[in-house]
């Protein structure tokens, strides 16, 4: 393979490559899902509630359509939610309106997620200050110390300000890992990334 990205659950980077073997062209297709993530979900959503209301072929057709271009997106770097953006497109065109309702949300849900996790690689996120290892390494111990204080304010804070840096590449792999552990509050998962970014302090 050509390039090397950081590990993300659910991302087959070596189906990606298939795909797409220049890395310079993935980056752009990572950067325009993460631009257009919200407003496919929304459109999503907005088919499902015409379908709901009005069962009629052509509310199904688009819901399908929309679902299946979801799901392309998804293919194109291996993403295991392929699977399901498949079964929504398969609901629509068997006009099973069960699984429109119940996954809908779910689904867009984990797809707004997978696209907050790629603006690490696409350097989509807010950048709040310029990257310093010292301020850095600092706000990975305050990381560690809210956490295991459980103080959530404290928490929050000093990883916004962490995420907010375009860290090096050494780094970014355990950022996106680090990122739904904090998000769902997860002490050792936590501790274990805080751990990790220390063992590659220096590292370029």
């Known amino acids: 393979m050509d390039y090397n990205l950081p590990e993300i659950t659910g991302i087959d980077w070596e189906t990606a490559h298939r795909y797409i073997p220049e890395k310079s062209v993935l980056i752009d297709v990572l950067t325009e899902f993460v631009s257009s993530a919200k407003k496919q979900t929304e459109l999503l ?42 079964a929504l497109e398969t609901a629509g065109k068997d006009e099973d309106l069960k699984p429109i309702k119940r996954d809908t949300d779910s689904f867009c849900e984990a797809f707004l997620d997978l696209a907050e996790r790629f603006k690490i690689i696409t350097g989509a996120c807010d950048i709040g200050q310029e990257y310093d290892e010292e301020t850095f390494f600092d706000l990975v111990e305050k990381t560690d110390a809210a956490m295991q204080s459980f103080d959530i304010s404290a928490l929050q804070e000093a990883f916004e300000t962490m995420r907010s840096m375009k860290v090096p590449e050494q780094y970014e792999g355990i950022m996106i890992e680090m990122e739904p552990a904090v998000r769902d509050l997860e002490a050792d998962a936590v501790a274990a990334c805080c751990a990790k970014l220390r063992e590659h302090k220096g590292e370029r």
């Open 45 to 86: 959503q907005e088919y499902r509630e015409k379908v709901m209301k009005n069962p009629s072929p052509e509310n199904f057709a688009s819901y399908r359509i929309q679902a299946h271009a979801m799901k392309a997106a998804l293919r194109s770097f291996g993403s295991d939610l392929f699977d399901a953006a498949f």
